[in-house]
């Protein structure tokens, strides 16, 4: 029988330990977060009411076994005049697909048949939530684009109201035989998941190992200094009573030119790796070189990923 492994995130980081991780052979389930409210996503939750749909379409392109045109097609933006602008056709089919099922769930799961997918995509919540922040000069931010876009260090985030999660995130969860916090923005995308509380609950309830797989490079405004060690601490003051069992980080070098520019245009640093300090916390630090560079942009090698958690897992046998 496949191992279960349950996959929070949200964003780009998810979806690209997805693509990695679908190449071995589990049983996979990504709990994705519906905060986002920027761009073609903003303009569809405030018209129809929904949960946001952007990182839902990243995850399912990611999980995709279709054709490579069919994906194309599902991320492609408009560019015109029109009310259009700005807008995905993906974006597009998932509002389409839950006004015609009734919910996001149901319409995931009818997009999931079309898609072929090799995992299930399951929405935090059906609440069309709002992510407040709160700054370090003390002000309240609300929405998810204007956190990120604020010039203030982050303190905390939470939701403008509680949000119920969906029975099958709850269950995925209880049920999992690994947990995996995905890379990606701590407070925007992968915090989101564990202010929930019901959430929370989930994870203390599972007999399920918490992993995270730690980012490359800080964030502007949210982890900025931070080292490896630095991130799990966050993360486990948002958890309950159980705490990242495993980390993966990179120990590989990231080429100087690409380390400068990152850090001129983006404030972006490598994050390091201070295993001493990181082993305190965790039982297994996992390390390797995952640096490769995609379009120009820093990117984990998503097999080697794939490849050390299933290796994790078999090792649990």
């Known amino acids: 029988m496949k191992r279960k492994v349950v996959v929070l995130g949200g964003g780009t980081g998810s979806s690209t330990l997805l693509r990695g991780l679908k190449e071995f052979p ?187 797989v730690c980012n490359m490079v800080t964030q502007p405004g949210e982890t900025e200094d931070f080292k490896v060690s630095d991130h799990i601490c966050l993360i486990n003051k948002y958890l309950g009573e159980r705490k990242v069992d495993v980390v993966i980080a990179n120990d590989g070098a990231i080429d100087k030119e690409m380390a400068k520019r990152y850090e001129s245009l983006e404030q972006k640093d490598p994050v390091e790796l201070d295993r001493e300090e990181t082993e305190s916390l965790v039982e297994l630090v996992i390390s390797d070189d995952y640096v490769t560079v995609k379009n120009n942009l820093l990117r984990h090698n998503v097999l080697k990923l794939g490849m050390h958690i299933f290796g994790y897992l078999l090792s649990k046998e």
Not at 127 to 151: C, F, P, R, Y
Not at 174 to 200: H, K, Q, R, W, Y
């Open 26 to 212: 589990v049983d996979l389930t990504a709990i994705v977060s519906v905060c986002d409210d920027g761009r073609s996503t903003g303009v569809l939750r405030e018209e129809f009411s929904i949960p946001a749909v952007g990182d839902i379409r990243r995850v399912l392109v990611a999980l995709s076994e279709t054709e490579p045109l069919v994906m194309e097609l599902f991320n492609y933006r408009f560019h015109t005049t029109s009310d259009l602008d700005g807008h995905t056709v993906g974006n597009l089919l998932l509002t389409a697909s839950s006004e015609i099922t009734g919910n996001l769930s149901d319409g995931i799961e009818a997009l999931s048949k079309v898609f072929n997918l090799k995992g299930k995509v399951v929405p935090l919540t059906e609440d069309n939530v709002v992510l407040m922040g709160e700054m370090a000069d003390g002000s309240i931010v609300e929405g998810e684009h204007k956190i990120t876009e604020n010039h203030n260090a982050v303190k905390r985030v939470f939701y403008k109201e509680e949000p119920v999660p969906t029975k099958e995130a709850v269950k995925a969860l209880e049920e999992a035989d690994l947990i995996v916090l995905s890379m990606g923005s701590l407070f925007t995308s992968i915090i989101p998941n564990l202010i929930c509380e019901e959430i929370v609950e989930a994870i203390d309830r599972s007999k399920g190992k918490i992993m995270y």
